[in-house]
């Protein structure tokens, strides 16, 4: 079986000794073509997988940044349909694999297997479904497979051991390891807070671990060096789109957004 366009992509940067760098942008904030354009430029700036944010007005795991991100681009009645059209337009321009972070409840709204053909159609190589519990994931697993999308699942902190594996059993991809308990959000989180479960979770799967929840900064990248094989930035990236609503604001967070990210991509970019 050839692999997922997720899993060579991470996998050429764990056989370099070189980490992963994700950034998180939610999908029409401030609108759809600026999405357009904040995809290809985090692609330029070194993004190895980039995640896209559904838009959802009850968000399960996500703190004030990525809630303001989320409300801004629902005060323009953004519309799935018109989500999965432009990221059909801009997959085609980018080689770098599109992650979709949606709630379950949109993918139940739409029918599994409809958003999944839409999901597929798009260009995304993979889904992270917060609100799908892990370990009762095996036919919606099931269905990710046949359409060739990775099922990437989390893992928090709080998650028990006999537990992890009925999760890691429908995992693709790679795991999303959360940093702390809560929210997405900046925090000063340390890497050795979370050292034992990726121990334990290293022991357990081959697949890619990848870091996210409070990763906001370079220095924080670096401490994750030989502990995690990816870093998650999120409300770190997200937070610069404040007052980009005018395209004179929208210029600016762009050039602010490409800086931050490069140099984020540089601190993960070496072995």
Do not use: N, W
Request: glycine share 8%; with cysteine; proline share 5%.
């Amino acid at each position: 079986m050839s692999e997922s366009p997720i899993t060579k992509a991470l996998s050429a940067r764990r056989l370099a000794g070189e980490m992963s760098f994700i950034p998180f942008i939610a999908a029409g904030d401030p609108d759809l073509p600026s999405t357009i354009r904040l995809i290809q430029t985090l692609s330029t700036a070194g993004a190895d997988l980039i995640e896209i944010g559904f838009p959802y007005s009850d968000p399960i795991a996500d703190g004030p940044v990525i809630q303001s991100s989320y409300t801004r681009a629902l005060g323009k009645h953004l519309k799935l349909a018109d989500l999965f059209a432009t990221i059909e337009q801009v997959s085609k321009t980018i080689s770098t694999p599109l992650v979709g972070m949606v709630s379950f409840a949109i993918i139940f709204r739409t029918g599994t297997r409809s958003f999944l053909e839409a999901a597929k159609k798009a260009g995304f190589a993979g889904l992270i479904i917060p609100d799908l519990p892990g370990d009762e994931a095996t036919e919606f697993a099931a269905l990710t497979k046949e359409f060739g999308i990775d099922l990437i699942q989390l893992v928090a902190p709080t998650t028990p051991a006999a537990r992890m594996d009925k999760i890691l059993a429908t995992a693709s991809g790679f795991i999303y390891c959360i940093a702390v308990a809560g929210t997405t959000g900046v925090r000063d989180a340390a890497a050795h807070e979370i050292e034992a479960g990726l121990k334990l979770l290293r022991e357990k799967t081959q697949l890619p671990l990848c870091v996210g929840f409070g990763v906001s900064q370079a220095a924080q990248i670096e401490a994750l060096r030989g502990k995690a094989d990816g870093a998650i930035v999120g409300s770190a990236i997200v937070r610069h789109l404040d007052g980009a609503e005018t395209p004179a604001g929208f210029e600016k967070s762009l050039t602010s957004i490409q800086q931050f990210a490069e140099q984020l991509a540089a601190a993960a970019h070496h072995s």
